[in-house]
Structure formats: structure tokens, C-alpha cells
């Protein structure tokens, strides 16, 4: 069975700053790695997901994440936030030879001015 | 449709009444679901169409729960005699056979008075 871990539930940051969103997953086959953004009162938008080849991803609006297969990891970051970047983000996952999504609980980032 | 469309947008129901959730997939994809996104919670698998295949129900709350999808596009989840505790976002996604993560619709939002 797999599972998704985020580990922070909420993240504030100041605009410009950095920011890393901590994912863990947990599977006993190959998987697939997936991170959403859900802005208010919208549905989840795909920002980047990683299905093989180079373990740094790249998305859209400037994010980027890392697989590391040791660590069962799959962080998000930007080096610099905006407002607008304010949203909830979920991790999520899919088995190579399955099609079900397993979400994380979210993390809902704040950036304030 | 050039997006997964979902009616209606929001839906106040009192307690007991029957409701229907609509969810139009984009066009040409195979793989339909539905999730259940509760205030503070993440997203709760509820079940997964794929072509003419059984669906797989594993994740309904309750038999006052079903869903239908005909000619293999449109779908509606039903929940007869609702309770408070279902109210929630209800998310609707779509996917290629074979593909990589799901695109959303918007959701509806489902409270029960």
C-alpha cells in the first residue's frame, strides 16, 4: 500500500524568501510523484511530477522538486515567493503499474508581505 | 470539453434529501474519478471509473453513496439521504489510460443544512 507524508501542515514565509514543502512517501513498488497547487475555491492544478530520469524536476510558476529514491523523498521549492504563490499544496503519488492518486494531507503556504 | 466540468458549482441540501453530482471528463480520456475533500482534511479517494471496466468502489463511505458513468463520459455520484457529515468538496478527475496524474474540475460544494 502506499502512503504520502507532509510533514508541515502549514508553512508561513515572507515574500521573496525561500521556501521548501517536505513530502515523504511510502510504497513497496515503483511509483510515481506528483505535486498539486489548489488555489482558494478551485480544483488542483498540476505543477510537476516526476516519472523517471533526472531526479530534478522542473514546474511551472518557478517551483521545482527533487526525487531522492533513498529518502523516499520528494520536496518542493522555490527560491523566491510571491503573494500569489499563496495556496494549499498536495503531494501525491501513483503506482507505475496502478492508475488511484494517494494525496498527502496538504500544506497550506502563506506568504506574507 | 477542453477542461473536466463539474455541476453544480455549490449545493446546499437539507439533511436527508437526496443530491446528484455531475462531472463531465475531458474528452478522450478513459479514466474517470471521484474525491471527497472535507474542511481540513486531504483528498479521500471515493472511486474510479476506467472504460468499460468494473469500476472500483473501494473507497465509497457508505451504500448511501453511488456513482454512474454512462457511454463512458459523463458520471454522477449520488448520495441518498444526506447527513452533515457529508458535506465537503466533492472533486472530479480524468486521465488517459495509461496516463500520468489526473486533471481536476473545479468541484462541487456540497453542505447539508
Known amino acids: 500500500a502506499q502512503s504520502v507524508t507532509q510533514l508541515d501542515s502549514q508553512v508561513p514565509v515572507f515574500e521573496e524568501a525561500p521556501v521548501e514543502l517536505r513530502c515523504n512517501y511510502s510504497?513497496?513498488?515503483?511509483?510515481?510523484l506528483f505535486w498539486y497547487v489548489q488555489y482558494p475555491n478551485q480544483g488542483l492544478q498540476l505543477l510537476l511530477k516526476?516519472?523517471?530520469?533526472?531526479?530534478l524536476v522542473k514546474g511551472i510558476n518557478g517551483f521545482e522538486a527533487e526525487f531522492n529514491k533513498s529518502q523516499t523523498s520528494f520536496h518542493l521549492r522555490k527560491p523566491s515567493v510571491h503573494i500569489s504563490d499563496t495556496a494549499e499544496y498536495f503531494c501525491?503519488?501513483?503506482?507505475?503499474?496502478?492508475?488511484?492518486?494517494?494525496f498527502g494531507e496538504g500544506t497550506q503556504l502563506t506568504v506574507n508581505p | 470539453g477542453a477542461g473536466v466540468s463539474q455541476s453544480p458549482s455549490n449545493k446546499v441540501t437539507e439533511k436527508g434529501k437526496d443530491v446528484e453530482l455531475r462531472c463531465d471528463p475531458i474528452?478522450?480520456?478513459?479514466?474517470l474519478y471521484w474525491y471527497r475533500q472535507s474542511l481540513g482534511q486531504g483528498l479521500e479517494f471515493l472511486i474510479y471509473?476506467?472504460?468499460?471496466?468494473?469500476?472500483?468502489k473501494s473507497g465509497l463511505p457508505s451504500d448511501r453513496f453511488s456513482a454512474e458513468r454512462t457511454g463512458g463520459s459523463v458520471s454522477t455520484l449520488t448520495i441518498q439521504r444526506t447527513q452533515q457529515e457529508d458535506s465537503a468538496v466533492y472533486l472530479c478527475?480524468?486521465?488517459?489510460?495509461?496516463?500520468?496524474?489526473?486533471?481536476f474540475g473545479s468541484g462541487t460544494r456540497l453542505t447539508v443544512v
Open positions: 478527475a480524468s486521465s488517459q489510460s495509461g496516463g500520468y496524474g489526473y486533471t
Open positions: 510504497s513497496s513498488v515503483s511509483v510515481y
Open positions: 516526476y516519472l523517471s530520469g533526472s531526479t
Open positions: 501525491a503519488s501513483q503506482e507505475t503499474s496502478g492508475s488511484r492518486l494517494t
Open positions: 474528452s478522450g480520456h478513459t479514466a
Open positions: 471509473f476506467q472504460g468499460n471496466s468494473a469500476p472500483d
